[in-house]
């Protein structure tokens, strides 16, 4: 059986269904496999951001569902959903990810405070992801002392933290220059190829979306279209729902 | 959940101005909170005491048909032995007996009615401290039997001063009328107006004589060493002496017991306004932060903080100020109230009124270490309590929409 991550299941949402209704996203269908790395491309107001929070169990569908690994989103509910995330979503935020009064070493290592990872482990853990995201210089900075590509960095490493099913990235690189983008996006890379880490981010970048296997187009709320580029170097498929 | 205390350390130093203006909140009401506490608690100790010295005495005994109206004939049967054996316990610092009469005290400008006090001038100044209420003239004199002691406001009242003559009648058991002229050797003044309108001194021996039946007493008053033996002593009396009724200050006057109760209400009050402008400083300003960290709120929402641990680390941010704060509150709270206890807090400008009502022109303020901790309790439950209101409010945060702020 593939190993299907993320089922989206004829979801649709609707912000103020009584006032003026937006309609964001519109019967979205969409799998996404173990060790995908994909993109969600779209002009701005496509429903991206929308897409993204549902996935993410931020928000919920005003109809349709979202399985992750076969668990109902919809149908977890307070602190469980927020430990359902806690331990099976990475996320990624397009700028001020990071927890302001914390160092670079202490914003990932909150993460496996919270998940109750005892100290030795936490902290091997953190100075690999550290090592990953090339920042164990930084290991003591507060996020104002880091620029906006390490920031990104850091938040990529928290995310990969727990270990979880997949990272959700909402135009993660939106806030950055080419080359701190191309750093973060290689870093993303490398960390899907090693540690078959599922990547799903979002982006009205062009540059970006080159670098991406799957693109998914979104426009007004639906997909119009979802292709994937043959990569001999990796074993994920993607498909056309 | 030490990261949680580590953040919420952290982020109370992020608007250092903000965070300084809500200790030094918490600092200034208990300060005060502990310095009112203590004036009021001062103002009432010294009024209660000054009653007990110069009026009431610790403990009265009377015939248990006694009344107020001081009906001549409920006397005391053989008083003097009760003072003999109430002079051997040691507990009792001293006592004295008095017969206490309604009468008439009339001058050539008019009469009104009175509380003929009877006394021993000796004992009753061991215990109500009689002669130093002397304003001018003499105290009562063993050898001047035919004197008597009014008050410079009865003295106005009737046009009378030192030396002149004041005549006191009142009617006896039989109904015959008894009457004597006496020579005013002194006036007094308490600070108890409407005690001073009402009573007069002589001694209770020419009332013996004036009504030629044998010495009696129908009042015995007993100073004790310390208050703090008050209930027990007159448990020991109550059943020593079964065939009379012995009573308590706070029996005797209720109107003080009630005093008491006034001004613990007035602190209450005092405490509730404090207690009133610190919880809403603390919503304001929590809520503020809260409002300005909306943003990250939702972050840690989203990558897996819960309600429970986010509900913590906002009221450990509000208890952690609290904690700042109630220290040095504290401190400057106990010496205020310290350097005052000695210096006294003057306010004979302010107090024409009150201290015709018993109440001290200079009050020393005393405070117990329970009420400091009565005190520094309802602060941290109130802090607490309103640092509830915002935590709960972050609580309803939702992650997509703070993100995107
Ligand atoms: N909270 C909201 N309330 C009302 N409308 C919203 C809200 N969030 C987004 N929208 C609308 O939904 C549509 C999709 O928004 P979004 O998912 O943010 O798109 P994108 O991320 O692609 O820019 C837009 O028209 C936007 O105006
Ligand atoms: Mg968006």
Redesign the pocket.
């Known amino acids: 059986m593939e190993d299907i991550v993320i089922d989206v299941h004829q979801m649709s949402r609707t ?2 269904p009584d006032k003026v209704p ?1 309609v ?1 996203l519109n019967n979205v269908h969409l799998h996404i496999e173990r060790g995908e790395f994909t993109v969600v491309k ?10 993204l929070n549902l996935i993410g169990g931020l928000d919920t569908p005003t109809s349709g569902e979202v399985l992750i690994h076969g668990v109902n989103l919809t149908s977890l509910k307070g602190n469980k959903l927020v430990d359902f995330r806690l331990h099976n979503i990475g996320f990624v935020f397009q700028a001020y990810n990071l927890i302001p009064v914390l160092t670079a070493y202490e914003n990932i290592e909150f993460i496996l405070l919270l998940q109750g990872v005892p100290q030795e482990i936490r902290r091997k853990r953190v100075l690999e992801l550290l090592e990953q995201v090339q920042l164990t210089d930084k290991a003591d900075a507060r996020p104002e002392e880091m620029s906006g590509g390490q920031q990104q960095r850091v938040a990529v490493a928290r995310a990969l933290a727990p270990k979880p099913q997949f990272i959700l990235a ?1 135009e993660p690189t939106a806030n950055l220059d080419t080359r701190s983008a191309d750093n973060l996006l290689d870093i993303m890379e490398k960390l899907n190829r090693d540690e078959k880490m599922t990547f799903l981010f ?1 982006t009205h970048d062009p540059r970006v979306m080159q670098r991406a296997r799957r693109v998914i187009t ?1 426009e007004d ?1 639906q997909i119009v279209s979802d292709t994937s580029r043959e990569d001999t170097t990796h074993d994920s498929k993607a498909r056309i729902t | 959940m030490f990261i949680l205390l580590k953040i919420a350390w952290r982020n109370i130093w992020r608007n250092p101005r903000r965070s300084w203006v809500l200790v030094w909140a918490v600092t200034f009401g208990l300060w005060m909170g502990v310095f009112l506490t203590a004036f009021y608690n001062g103002l009432i100790e010294q009024r209660i005491a000054l009653a007990i010295n110069t009026e009431s005495s610790h403990i009265q005994m009377h015939h248990p048909l006694f009344k107020p109206d001081y009906e001549i004939k409920h006397v005391l049967p053989e008083f003097a032995s009760i003072l003999q054996s109430l002079n051997e316990i040691s507990r009792i610092q001293s006592v004295t007996s008095r017969m206490v009469i309604a009468g008439l005290a009339a001058s050539a400008n008019g009469s009104t009615g009175v509380v003929i006090q009877g006394v021993s001038p000796e004992s009753e100044h061991r215990v109500t401290k009689l002669c130093q209420k002397l304003t001018s003239g003499v105290c009562l004199q063993e050898g001047n039997l035919h004197s008597v002691m009014i008050s410079e406001s009865l003295a106005k009242k009737l046009k009378l001063k030192t030396g002149r003559k004041l005549v006191i009648s009142f009617t006896d058991v039989n109904g015959e009328i008894n009457s004597a002229a006496l020579k005013i050797s002194g006036l007094y003044q308490t600070n108890n107006g409407p005690y001073d309108d009402t009573n007069i001194f002589v001694h209770a021996s020419m009332l013996d004589t004036l009504r030629n039946i044998g010495a009696k007493r129908n009042e015995i008053a007993i100073l004790l060493q310390s208050s703090e033996d008050l209930n027990q002593t007159a448990a020991i009396l109550k059943k020593k002496y079964p065939g009379l009724k012995t009573e308590t200050w706070k029996e005797i006057s209720p109107e003080l017991g009630l005093t008491v109760s006034v001004g613990d209400q007035m602190v209450f009050i005092f405490m509730g306004i404090i207690l009133l402008a610190l919880v809403f400083g603390i919503i304001n300003t929590m809520m503020m932060a809260m409002l300005e960290r909306t943003r990250e709120i939702g972050i840690l929402m989203a990558i897996g903080m819960n309600k429970i641990r986010l509900f913590f680390m906002i009221v450990l941010e509000t208890s952690m100020l609290v904690a700042l704060g109630a220290p040095p509150g504290i401190l400057l709270g106990l010496s205020t109230v310290a350097f005052f206890a000695r210096k006294g807090i003057d306010l004979s400008a302010y107090t024409g009124l009150y201290s015709n009502f018993g109440y001290a022109s200079t009050v020393y303020p005393h405070i117990s270490g329970e009420k400091v901790v009565q005190v520094l309790f309802m602060l941290v439950a109130a802090s607490l309590i309103s640092s509830v209101f915002p935590a709960w409010r972050s609580l309803r945060t939702q992650p997509a ?1 703070a993100i ?1 702020k």
């Open positions: 912000y103020n937006v964001a779209g002009p701005s107001g496509s429903g991206k951001t929308t897409l909402d979002s979104l709320g | 929409v995107k």
